[in-house]
């Protein structure tokens, strides 16, 4: 992957304004995304935690993800 920015010393400089935004909103949506399947994992697994369904197969899959 190119680089978008230069850095000089405490300076950075950007090369193409306009593909440095739009690669900066995809990462933001993938980074965002991330975090919201984080969330739902978390809450999937304490719900099954509190049903005492952790010996069962999903349970071992969606603990992987996380």
Same mark, same amino acid.
């Given at each position: ?8 010393? +405490? #300076? !950075? ?8 935004? &739009? ?15 984080? +969330? #739902? !994992? ?8 509190? &049903? ?15």
């Amino acid at each position: 992957m190119k680089r978008m920015t230069k850095k000089n010393g +405490k #300076e !950075i400089y950007v090369c193409d304004e306009k593909k440095a935004l &739009e690669r900066l909103a995809q990462f933001e949506d993938f980074f965002f995304d991330l975090i919201q399947d984080q +969330k #739902e !994992i978390s809450q999937q697994i304490t719900m099954m935690q509190n &049903e005492m369904r952790t010996k069962q197969y999903r349970y071992r899959e969606i603990s992987a993800q996380k």
